[in-house]
């Protein structure tokens, strides 16, 4: 089945740096692209929902870019602040997958002020 | 919108016991599912439901059952609590059949195995 590769576990940026987490995925037959966010002692919350057609998708504060060749997803946090202080999830879904949608491990990211 | 409500919050067994955790979701969703998050983990699906009465095993469903007895409930049986076991179990719901649909997640219950 679908493999998520998640980097990296953990991430320290200071106040106003960018931060960049990467996903990698086996199944060429993905189509839906999710991050999420978790901050401590909360749920999940989605923060953006990525779909296989659109290779660049702008958020408040955020990128996500898909590289279908490449199998690649990536979040990148334009001008981190601590509020973005948080674990981060990517999480993806091929149109055969039963209902499922596969988990990266998660990155722990810390914005310092 | 909608919420989803896991109860309890915090559980604490004994080693051996049979825990049961709760999930209900009021978004009218089809799909639910349960997962388990260790310390400083990803998820792991446990068991995962597409209607009312539908049983489907993820990756760690051993040492574990479920049951969807209606739409909006979805419960969680640990059959045998490990000792020293720590863990936050979370329910999530998906709106519609399809990949497509992001899921929605509850607060989670955190077990802790004395």
Known sequence: GEQVEQRPPHLSVREGDSAVITCTYTDPNSYYFFWYKQEPGASLQLLMKVFSSTEINEGQGFTVLLNKKDKRLSLNLTAAHPGDSAAYFCAVSAGNSNNRIFFGDGTQLVVKP | ?114
Not at chain 2, 2 to 18: D, N
Not at chain 2, 28 to 40: E, I, L
Not at chain 2, 98 to 113: H, I
Request: with cysteine; net charge neutral.
């Open chain 2, 1 to 114: 919108g909608g919420i989803i409500t896991q109860t309890p919050k915090f559980l604490i067994g004994q080693e051996g016991q049979k825990l049961t955790l709760k999930c209900q979701q009021n978004f009218n969703h089809d799909t639910m599912y349960w997962y388990r998050q260790d310390s400083g983990k990803g998820l792991r699906l446990i068991y995962y439901s597409i209607t009312e009465n539908d049983l489907q095993k993820g990756d760690l469903s051993e040492g574990y059952d479920a049951s969807r007895e209606k739409k909006s409930s979805f419960s969680l049986t640990v059959t045998s609590a490990q000792k020293n076991e720590m863990a936050v179990f979370l329910c999530a719901s998906s709106p519609q059949l399809g990949n497509y649909a992001e899921q929605f997640f509850g607060p989670g219950t955190r077990l802790t195995v004395l």
